[in-house]
């Protein structure tokens, strides 16, 4: 039972960890984006994107564009409305793998808390030739 729980901890885990990398490459692109000045041309440079090769072996090419497209119209409007959003950009990417941290430290601390759980559980008992513990009977 407890392998059960690291094995469901490390899937969660590595779903965890490439979305926070994938949202920590879209955040820098963006930061360097906008660094560039090129702010209001945001939804064009979209296009460019360097998608890792590890993720376009895993996920749709397409539905990643579509995403990137509405982070980037979100963060073009942003930039217009806030300013200093540009600015912000750059603790963006830093502040992704301090939350990645944060998120794994809670998962570990579930996954440990469920091990010791389990630990704690009673065992069954087997029964052999109609007695159990000692000789009483049942």
Known sequence: MRWL???GFALV???W???VAVAAQLLGWLA????AGDGGNVAQAVQAIPWPAWLLAWVDRAWLDTM???VAQS???LTKVLPVAATVAGWLVP???VVWGLGTAVLLAGAIGLHWLVGRL??????VWGTVDGGRRH
């Open 95 to 97: 502040l992704a793998w």
């Open 122 to 127: 009673p065992t069954h008992r087997t029964v």
């Open 68 to 70: 990137a497209a509405a």
């Open 17 to 19: 960890t490439a979305g």
């Open 13 to 15: 885990w590595g779903v």
């Open 5 to 7: 729980i690291w094995v």
């Open 32 to 35: 360097s984006v906008l660094g």
């Open 75 to 77: 963060w073009a409007w």
